[in-house]
Nanobody
Framework: QVQLVESGGDLVQAGGSLRLSCSASGSLSSVNRMGWYRQAPGKQRELVAAMTNDGFRIYADSVKGRFIVSRDIAQNTVHLQMSSLMPEDTASYYC???????????????WGQGTQVTVSS
């Protein structure tokens, strides 16, 4: 099992910045990618950003140039630095740990409990 604990969600004004952190524990040998998803009310959960164990990063088009995902593998943490926040970034943000096989299929994943980010206009 993998346990994920997020922190850093807050209320921030548009144009502001926020940093989310996630600490992982448990059977991390089953994980090769960690990152962040978000879910706004009435919408599906979507991938925001993720980083593989070998440093490859992926971002949703809506956050490219504004958000940066980083990991400290030794500390088992993943962070999301968010800048130039917009009201449409308002959502619950979930830390995700997963194993993605060579075919691109997710064979394992774990979720944090979520942290709320609210961006006021």
């Amino acid at each position: 099992q993998v346990q994920l604990v997020e922190s850093g969600g807050d209320l921030v004004q548009a144009g502001g910045s926020l940093r989310l952190s996630c600490s992982a524990s448990g059977s991390l040998s089953s994980v090769n990618r960690m990152g962040w998803y978000r879910q706004a009310p009435g919408k599906q959960r979507e991938l925001v950003a993720a980083m593989t164990n070998d440093g490859f990063r992926i971002y949703a088009d809506s956050v490219k140039g504004r958000f940066i995902v980083s990991r400290d593998i030794a500390q088992n943490t993943v962070h999301l630095q968010m800048s130039s926040l917009m009201p449409e970034d308002t959502a619950s943000y979930y830390c995700n740990a997963a194993y993605i096989n060579r075919r691109g299929s997710t064979t394992f994943q774990a979720w944090g409990q979520g942290t709320q980010v609210t961006v006021s206009s």
